[in-house]
């Protein structure tokens, strides 16, 4: 791994930028720095709205002096369509010949509109119950949206080298190949994805309308709070049944309840889909994974052991990336884009 590249994550509330070298076998964090996406962000088709986006790329760029101008870039999870297959065993060649009819029963798109893309998992992990089968997980994301995104990082100056689905890069910065079947839950500004990683393979993922700002609403409606006392309540109180006498509590559970029940339907899909996979696990990141009492409740609610991921817990730290150590769970993404060999 060098320094070849960095991990920029096109987030809908932050933009965030990741930059890792390494130093014999230690991995190095050397830059790494936000800024708030513009109003509309990725989302927006006016070209007004997409120039700025790139403006603020060029400003996190360098305020976090990223020493590269080649990246790797996340998509969006709500924007890419990815689903594990069962094929019949086939070779590399038949499956290249093979997979855009397949791809046709998946994928909700016209297959000409898309990039496709498809990656063998390997016999350890996936749906395989018997011989003479394989599983394969396709990933297909409109032109359009690819379009826009290298459109962007040009005028930004920069050069995307990679464009990857934010559950990729999840996995790959929040677990190792050695590790249990886990389930990776992000937990963002406007959505919560949902990412089943087994192996150091995507087996499953869900996009949830549901994240952190949907708890803020809350707290509004039932209070009648201004939006930054609501935020300030929400991160202060959380979870807590002890202050004020659980009342925000109340509020923020049944929310979050929607996300549970999520988990759990994608724990039961993994005990019913995927061999060898008895989820044992929850990784949380992203900036709602700060919320006091999150992992008590996860434990409470799912029976599974919960931890906050940190992407940087075995790196070193330099420069100015030794001041933001302790945010490393909110740059999972662009880590795990930066890792990319």
Not at 28 to 55: F, I, R
Not at 115 to 142: H, T, W
Not at 270 to 298: K, Y
Request: hydrophobic share 40%.
């Amino acid at each position: 791994m060098s320094a070849r590249l960095f991990g920029l994550d096109i987030g809908r509330t932050f933009i965030k930028v990741v930059q890792v070298d390494s130093k014999g076998q230690k991995k190095v964090l050397t830059a790494a720095g936000y800024v708030p996406t513009p109003a509309g962000g990725m989302q927006s088709e006016s070209v007004l709205d997409l120039n700025k986006v790139s403006e603020a790329i060029k400003s996190c760029i360098s305020t976090a002096k990223i020493e590269t101008d080649k990246c790797a870039i996340s998509l969006i999870e709500s924007q890419v369509v990815s689903r594990l297959i069962q094929l019949p065993a086939l070779t590399e060649k038949e499956l290249a010949s093979a997979i855009n009819c397949e791809a046709e029963q998946y994928i909700p798109l016209p297959i000409k509109d898309v990039v496709l893309q498809y990656k063998v998992i390997n016999k350890e992990s996936g749906m395989s119950q018997n011989e003479g089968k394989m599983d394969v997980l396709l990933i297909a994301a409109p032109k359009r949206v690819i379009e826009k995104y290298i459109n962007i990082a040009k005028n930004a100056g920069i050069k995307p080298e990679v464009l990857e689905t934010e559950s990729s890069a999840l996995t790959r910065s929040l677990t190792r190949p050695v590790d249990p079947s886990t389930i990776i839950v992000s937990m963002g500004a406007l959505s919560t994805e949902l990412v089943i990683a087994q192996g150091g393979n995507v087996l499953f993922t869900r996009s949830i309308a549901t994240g952190g700002s949907s708890l803020t609403k809350a707290l509004i409606t039932e209070f009648s709070l201004p939006q930054k006392q609501a935020e300030e309540y929400k991160q202060t109180y959380g979870l807590s049944e002890d202050k004020l006498s659980g009342k925000v509590s109340n509020v923020l559970k049944p929310i979050l309840d929607i996300i549970i029940s999520e988990i759990l339907k994608a724990v039961e899909f993994s005990r019913s889909h995927v061999r060898n996979s008895d989820v044992t696990r929850v990784v949380i990141c992203g900036g709602g994974a700060f919320l006091p009492g999150l992992s008590e409740f996860l434990v409470e609610r799912t029976s599974l052991e919960v931890s906050l991921g940190d992407p940087w817990q075995d790196f070193s730290k330099e420069g100015l990336a030794v001041s933001i150590a302790a945010q490393g769970s909110i740059y999972s993404v662009a880590t795990g884009l930066a890792l990319r060999v």
